[in-house]
């Protein structure tokens, strides 16, 4: 199943980079490679059924609360009779024109767009799950979120440098905030978090393999001469690029949470794992020095700060900035909706043409099409049925990643599950005030993260050798 992973790593690079993924076309190209995912693996896999079987048993929580989401999006597109329709969703029914058969969506084009979305989604993560079955091959995964992350570091950097403007695919884009391939600078912020936390956390897994220390002094300058060559240093300067795009998106909560993600998380690394504590502390202390003082005065943390103390709603050449307060005001407005969708909610991407009756504050005649807060988003259009399943997977896979960080002794796998737990504690923070859930590119990619999570549970060492491997019943 090497082409499948292959493929798996290229999706990943290519998601982001037609605006996120957040178009309907760039949708089906993202439906189609699942689709191709999912058969190269069952060919891959036809003569190991029962392997494979073995394998995924591994991973039926997090797999069964996956499918329990993606049935729970396509029963909502689902043709029922009526009168169900009338018991799970009264106000379903009350929204639709009076027939015999109704689906609990009330916009169902959208919500099979959705659906069509979760498959993916839940498909990635079986792919992932399946083909990732070493430390190899998950630290290459690993790899690849970096440099796709750098990728779009320096494709934001040089757009912006130069103010681009231009047509794409009928869509206007100016780019006159750091925003990379994506359509908003918070979006490019979340995704930037999330591949940060795992660099972070594959050079907390490399600095474990460090060798022992040398007394003589001509041994300890080949060593430092060694590091500075070595791909260490190399991860270390790629993430000190990915910082710098992060600060120049200017966006305050996806900042705040990286710092806050990195420093909860990291104290928590240190408190579990005290033999390896001296190590994370230099690199957590190294990442606030160099990137908060250096990289923040140089490239201008200050703005960042400054956009954060901003109370009022202020015009700004290029666009419009809101504070905290009036970025939650459709999340505000948005809470009754639950409270008439509670249990299946109005169908997965029916927000803005259910919120329109909803509104209850002036926007200013802006365009309001998401809540402006995943969790809101996800009660609204999934009810609380879906929003339990997806806290369930997320409170789960975090459980996993402290314990692997807390009982085990390998570099690697507690280095991707501090990655992991770093990304799922940044996106909790950013999705109380942003909709990165809602950008089909970041759900791809902190779906895999999660994956990645269950993997550094499951994995065996830090790195499978082929005789392991084959005694497993796997081939490299």
Partial sequence: DGGVFFGLLALLVWAPLPLGSNRVWAMGLLVLAAV?????????WRNQLSSAQARLYLFRWPLGLLA???LLAWLQTVWLPAAWVQVLSP????AQMPSEWMTL???????RIMAALCFVYGVVFLVTVLVVRDGLRLERLALVLVWSGVLQAVLGV???SIKAQYTIFFNDISHQDMKGSFVNRNHLAGYLCMCLSVGIGLMLARLGQQKASHSDWRARVLAAIEFVLSD???????LVIMVIALVLTRSRMGNTAFFAAMLVVGLVAVVWARKTAPQTVALIASLVIIDIFVVGTWIGLEKV???IQETEVYASAGGQSESIEVRSKPARDALPIVSDFPAFGTGGGSFYNVFMSYRQLDYGGNYIDYAHNDYIQIAVEYGLVGLGILGMLVALTLVTVLRVMARRRSSLPRGIAFGVAMSIVALLIHSTVDFNLQIPANALTIVVVLA???LSHTLKSGKLSRTAANEQGFDP
């Fill in 68 to 70: 329990a989401m993606v």
């Fill in 232 to 238: 260490k240093m190399r991860l270390r300067l790629l």
């Fill in 158 to 160: 040089a757009l912006y």
């Fill in 452 to 454: 990645m999570g269950w």
């Fill in 305 to 307: 700060v400054e956009r």
């Fill in 91 to 94: 106000n379903a029914a009350a």
């Fill in 36 to 44: 191709l995912l999912l058969l190269g693996t069952v060919v891959a």
């Fill in 105 to 111: 969506s009330v916009d169902m084009f959208q919500s």
